[in-house]
């Protein structure tokens, strides 16, 4: 029987933290252990009380764990654990990291080079929802993937804008990795499903308890480079989310909004505790690209003249050549998808070429 099988049946013992989970691995080297553990060595290890070692030996059973693989096979579900090396570095490192991870859809998400984290009000005013899929395809364009939590509002709109650009979105669920909430965000799930990746620490079927959102933003702040507040009130999740990433030492970023409502007061006050003020998605970019002031551009002759540095130089050498589609560019160029698509955004803002569903337009 695979060794998966017992990280499945950890993550489904009912009763027993996250936190103390951790150090029952830790303690006894691995899930399968902590399985076959006795209750006098789990007495020993004084890591849970007795009513707690209890509820564990009367649920050492793999029944549930069995029936879950099963239906994780049949849907494509995927347990990814702390040993596993899948599991994100980035979450290793945070306080409490979950021990285990349920995840749908595009795994290889979880290896990008840049994550950015975008959270804000379920209940947003228009403009902010406008501005959430402006970033979250601009992002995504750049080659940023977009983590968000998929809840109604902001969330939804990064997640939507993420999947209009060239990049991909992770959604991290405050239920069960199957289950959808809201379920207004049906078709959202489902696109996300294909062409993203959807993340939860929660067991299959977990319903969405107020307590599990908390949880969630930790993991969307863990594993995001930075991360985005969009609209946030003086009372949300967003700011549970701003101080899960602060105190990981992410860099923290928030869109100034109007004073007068009520959903700005949380992002304005983030301003004034020391977030970054952005108003375009460069803003955010070049806090990930180097960029050397020193260098000399580069002058290349075309109708106009570009003040180019030698990357980008390459590049539009190449494009003059036809190459004139991202795709193209990556296997010639051997550049990582982020850093190829931070360098066509710096030629875009130099009036060089256009970008437009990964074709390339010189001007």
Known sequence: MENNIYWIWLASVRGIQNNRKHLLVDAFGGAEEVYTATKKALVQSR?????AIDKLIKQQDLSVAQKAKRFMEKENITCIHLHDALYPQKLVDIYDPPVTLFAKGDLSLLKRDLLIGMV??????????????????????????VVSGMAEGIDAQSHRG?????????????TG????YPRKNANLYHEIEDKGLLLSEFFMDEKPLAYHFPLRNRIISGLSDGLLVVEAA??????????????????????????????????????????????????????????????????????????????????????????????DLVQISGQPMATLNAALMMMELKDCIKVAYGQITLL
């Open 177 to 180: 990795v199957n289950r959808c």
């Open 234 to 327: 003086g009372k949300s999740g967003a700011l549970i989310t701003a101080k899960h990433a602060m105190e990981q030492g992410k860099n923290v970023y928030a869109i100034p909004q109007d004073i007068h409502l009520d959903q700005s007061v949380g992002s304005n006050a983030l301003l004034q505790d020391g977030a970054k003020l952005v108003t375009k998605p460069e803003d955010i970019l070049e806090d990930f690209v180097t960029y050397t002031q020193q260098e000399k551009p580069v002058q290349v002759p075309h109708q106009k003249e570009f003040d180019l540095t030698a990357e980008e130089n390459e590049l539009y050498q190449w494009m003059k050549k036809g190459h004139l589609t991202i795709d």
């Open 162 to 174: 993420a999947l209009a650009g060239v990049g991909s979105t992770i959604a991290v669920l405050g």
């Open 120 to 145: 804000g009000s379920r209940k947003a005013s228009p403009g902010s929802l406008q501005m959430a899929k402006k970033f979250g395809e601009a992002l995504s364009n750049m080659g940023m993937t």
């Open 47 to 51: 890591i849970l009380k007795d009513q």
